[in-house]
C-alpha cells in the first residue's frame, strides 16, 4: 500500500512538472520564431504576431519605430544562446496569465555581448511576443 502512495505521488508531482516543460518549449520555439522576424527587420510582422496586450500598449507604428532604433545599430544577428527560461503566472504590471521569459545571450554584428529578454504569453492558444529588451 505504501508503495502504491509513493508512486501516485510521484506521478501527481511530475505532472505540473511536465506541463511546464511542455509551455516553456513551446514559448521557447515561438519565441525564436518571433526573433526571426525581427532579425528580418519585419517589425510590422512581429507586431502582428504579437500577443493583444502588447498590440493594445503599442501601436504598430510605434513598435516599428522603436524596433528599427533598437535593433538596427547592432547589425545582424551572429549567434544567439538560449540562456535562461522562467515560467511564471504573473508580472508587474501584467494581468495574471501563463508567461515564459527567456534571456538569450547573443552576439550581433556591432555588439559582441548582448542580452535579449523576451517574454512570451500564452494568448489565444499559443504562445506570443509580449515584451522585448535588449541590453
Not at 508503495?3 to 508531482?13: H, N, S
Not at 496569465?97 to 559582441?112: N, P, Q, S, W
Request: some cysteine; charged content about 25%.
Amino acid at each position: 500500500m505504501r508503495r502504491a502512495f509513493f508512486l501516485t505521488c510521484l506521478v501527481a508531482a511530475a505532472a505540473p512538472a511536465r506541463a511546464a516543460d511542455t509551455n516553456e518549449a513551446a514559448a521557447s520555439k515561438a519565441a525564436e520564431a518571433w526573433l526571426k522576424l525581427l532579425d528580418a527587420g519585419q517589425y510590422g510582422a512581429a507586431w502582428d504576431e504579437a500577443s493583444s496586450m502588447f498590440r493594445k500598449a503599442v501601436s504598430r507604428a510605434a513598435w516599428e519605430k522603436q524596433a528599427a532604433a533598437a535593433r538596427e545599430p547592432l547589425g545582424k544577428v551572429r549567434e544567439r544562446k538560449v540562456a535562461t527560461t522562467q515560467l511564471t503566472h504573473e508580472l508587474p504590471g501584467a494581468p495574471d496569465g501563463t508567461y515564459v521569459v527567456l534571456i538569450f545571450d547573443t552576439r550581433f554584428e556591432h555588439k559582441e555581448r548582448g542580452h535579449e529578454t523576451v517574454t512570451m504569453m500564452l494568448d489565444g492558444g499559443r504562445f506570443r511576443g509580449a515584451g522585448y529588451f535588449i541590453r
